[in-house]
């Protein structure tokens, strides 16, 4: 896994300066920087509001006696997409970005959620109820 992983981030970090350098050449390096750092004053904002209103939708599913799944899905999600966009680069963004709009997210979360219950079949993890 960890071999995996530290290939995943040599590439995406490779590919990420290539993108840097192919659109500072395309158009400006402070239109390059600007995109960056308005990316990430976006990506906090949605990152926020998304929280916010997955948090309040969990509190209000814990009130009326449901265990609140889907919000916690959301939160991972909006978690690993806030995380995501923090990282500077376009590539990461666009994946950042996906994780955090409701619409966008959704396949990933399916995924996840698929991902748990396998993991669950398989023994890999434990669910205690009380």
Do not use: H
């Not at 265990?67 to 590539?91: M, R, Y």
């Not at 963004?93 to 994780?99: H, P, S, W």
């Amino acid at each position: 896994m960890f071999r995996i992983l530290f290939i995943l981030i040599v590439v995406v970090s490779a590919i990420e300066i290539a993108l840097f350098v192919w659109f500072s050449n395309l158009l400006n390096v402070w239109f390059v920087l600007f995109g960056v750092i308005l990316t990430g004053i976006l990506g906090a904002w949605l990152a926020k509001y998304q929280g916010t209103e997955t948090l309040m939708r969990a509190r209000r599913e814990m009130s009326s006696g449901r265990a609140p799944t889907e919000e916690i899905f959301d939160g991972i999600a909006i978690l690993v997409g806030a995380v995501v966009l923090f990282t500077p680069g376009f590539l990461t963004d666009v994946f950042g970005f996906i994780l955090l709009i409701p619409m966008t997210r959704r396949p990933f979360k399916r995924w996840g959620q698929a991902l748990v219950l396998a993991m669950i079949k398989k023994g890999t993890v434990t669910v205690i109820r009380r």
